[in-house]
């Protein structure tokens, strides 16, 4: 079985207690994109956990937890996560962490230029996380990236960083900074020192581990509408977020999905900038927000929200090949007397039911529809019989509109605070 769990829209819709309750039922965790820039919340038996880049299974015991080829590995940051983890009593050893040799390290001057590249922007910005994400992706393509198997020839790496720092002060100098090789090189080969042990061939690995028969999850980050390709560029993320690069990220491109969860909330919500059509404002934006705890968990920022839209959950389930959902925080919404939701937009006068692409998105307004709300506490529901009917009426409101099985419904941020369909 080879599963993907995926962001159906802007990110931040729950995949990571997703991941943490269902690898119970298989034996290797991928992240396959993506760094430090966005962060997965799980609670669970052994405490609340944010992580930035280890996959959310890391910390059940008997799972092997890889990080992907896609990914680009802050190792300075990675080497703290991992020790962090430590110091709260989860084990991490070679045996349930590894690391593709052919990820890209995200080096010091990259989230120096992203840092710097955001500040000239000023209100333009592309509300990145600064921490040098889209610098490490365009390297990477530039072919003047470091990949962690470079870590384990440390002469080589004496090499290559002073030429490509010499490179990348071209570029520095221009907003009146320049990077020092002779310090990057320090921390690479402290990092290297300690992550040595954990980088390994992924391709050559899982591929033996899947003739052996072994189960693969795959964990994405970031969602459909935040893909370099389909999302709403340029607001996007640098890398594919869609479960079709899963095998490609990981470091089995020949490897084909069985299934791809799409995970999406009852209601939206967008971290940076960019168009958001069902965006609240004011009085009812804060209550959303203060009730749904939406703030980034990579950065702290408070997140937009805005009612459930329909159009952008159709379009990010269409992009992501979903076979089934996860309808995360329903629980939220149990403040509400009645329930907004977005099911068209109206563009230039007409009505759409299609997601638009470019500049048409900042001009599409919502249309929306009100559902009843269910006024009580639904947290304790374990079974869908527990739910009010109200509550009901909304998920299956959301089903049809969507054309995707619902199969599970979060009621709260714990592990087992969800109704299964």
Not at 9 to 24: A, C, F, I, Q, T
Not at 235 to 255: D, E, N, R
Request: with cysteine; net charge neutral.
């Amino acid at each position: 079985m080879k599963t993907a769990i995926v962001g159906i829209n802007w990110g931040d819709e729950g995949k990571g207690r997703m991941v943490d309750l269902l690898s119970r039922d298989y034996d290797i965790i991928c992240r396959y994109q993506g760094g430090n820039n966005a962060g997965h919340t799980i609670k669970n038996d052994k405490g609340k956990f944010i992580l930035n880049l280890l996959p959310s299974a890391i910390t059940r015991e008997g799972k092997v937890n890889l990080l992907g080829a896609g990914m680009v590995i802050d190792a300075e940051y990675l080497v703290k996560e991992i020790q962090g983890l430590i110091s709260q009593g989860i084990e991490i050893t070679p045996e349930n962490l590894k690391i593709s040799d052919k990820a890209h390290v995200c080096l010091p001057y990259h989230v120096r230029q992203d840092i710097l590249e955001e500040e000239r922007l000023k209100d333009k910005k592309f509300g990145s996380t600064r921490r040098g994400i889209a610098p490490c992706y365009s390297d990477k393509y530039m072919k003047k990236g470091v990949q962690m198997a470079d870590l384990l020839d440390i002469n080589y790496l004496r090499e290559i960083v002073p030429a490509f720092a010499q490179w990348k002060n071209l570029t520095l100098k221009g907003y009146g900074e320049t990077t020092d090789a002779k310090k990057v090189l320090e921390s690479l080969e402290k990092c290297a020192e300690f992550l040595t042990p954990f980088i390994v061939d992924s391709t050559e690995y899982l591929k033996e581990e899947i003739q052996k028969g072994k189960k693969i999850l795959f964990e994405a980050q970031l969602g459909a509408l935040r893909d370099i390709d389909y999302g709403i560029y340029p607001f996007t993320t640098s890398s594919h977020t869609l479960a079709a690069y899963a095998p490609i990220g990981s470091g089995v491109p020949f490897v084909k999905l069985d299934r791809v969860l799409g995970v999406m909330k009852a209601y939206s919500s967008c971290v940076g900038e960019g168009p958001f059509v069902v965006e609240m404002s004011d009085d009812e934006a804060s209550k959303l927000r203060e009730e749904g705890d939406e703030y980034g968990a990579a950065t702290g920022r408070a997140r937009r929200v805005g009612a459930f839209d329909i159009v952008a959950s159709r379009y990010g389930i269409l992009a992501q090949g979903a076979t089934e959902i996860a309808l995360t925080k329903l629980d939220i919404l149990s403040y509400l007397d009645k329930i907004p939701v977005c099911v068209a937009y109206e563009l230039d006068g007409k009505r759409i039911n299609h997601f638009p692409t470019g500049p048409a998105l900042f001009r599409a307004k919502p249309i929306f529809e009100f559902l009843d709300g269910f006024k009580c506490n639904i947290s304790k529901c374990r079974k869908k019989e527990d739910l009010p009917k109200q509550a009901l009426d909304y998920i299956e409101f959301i089903e049809n509109a969507v054309n995707c099985p619902i199969k599970y419904v979060s009621v709260g941020p714990a592990r087992d605070e969800y109704i299964k369909f």
